[in-house]
């Protein structure tokens, strides 16, 4: 298999309902976190996220993924339903950028955030019964961590066609009301094909 660019943009708004498509359907990821001698390290957690593409999960502050962070913030997430079968049109996303531990107010929006996907976790920290509170306990020893992308590059089987892979910048800026904004700025396309057929995709 050889890698092919397709000079063809695709739009902000394709991109955009495309990648939180996908973000939907699941609520699993897998977490690279660099750890120290530069090694490679990986975990699977919850996620939720918003609009703006803020990506939130709840973890053990003292899990090697967590430290990972501490030291080193960079950070790449995969998000995609293992349920897909082989032989149907995949999707799938790659996200890549650096993420954080959450503290005051964006530790209240994380909670906020991630409470509204899975409604459990609001339900366990108020319970009063004794295997509810020893849940509860357990929750407020974990700490919230924000993982803010930049680069994604999103697998759509059905919206680009097979083995197309668009990669684009997040670009973040600020209203003027102090909220949080997003675009998706194209940055090139790549189609996977056999050695053999070398077609020129351009």
């Known amino acids: 298999m050889v890698v092919q660019e397709k000079d063809e943009p695709v739009s902000d708004p ?10 939907a359907r699941t609520q699993l990821c897998s977490i690279a976190t660099v750890a120290r001698g530069s090694r490679a390290h990986i975990n699977t957690a919850f996620f939720a996220y918003s609009a703006d593409l803020a990506l939130y999960f709840l973890s053990d502050p003292e899990s090697l993924h967590c430290r990972n962070l501490q030291a080193n913030p960079s950070l790449a997430m995969t998000i995609f ?36 996907r899975f409604p459990a976790f609001g339900r366990w920290l108020k319970s009063r019964t004794t295997e509810g509170r020893r849940q509860a306990a357990l929750l407020r020893s974990y700490a919230f961590f924000r993982f803010l992308p930049d680069r994604v590059k999103i697998l ?14 997040v670009e973040r800026a600020r209203t003027a009301k102090g909220s949080s904004r997003i675009r998706f700025r194209w940055l090139k396309t790549e189609v996977l094909v056999p050695d053999s057929i070398g077609l ?3």
């Open 200 to 202: 020129d995709l351009r």
């Open 81 to 116: 339903d293992s349920s897909q079968r082989w032989e149907r049109p995949g999707r799938g996303v790659q996200l890549f950028g650096a993420g954080r531990r959450t503290v005051g107010p964006q530790a209240d929006l994380a909670a906020k955030v991630y409470g509204t």
């Open 14 to 23: 394709r991109i955009r309902a495309c990648l939180f498509r996908i973000l």
């Open 156 to 169: 759509d089987e059905v919206e680009f066609g097979g083995a197309v892979f668009v990669l684009a910048e």
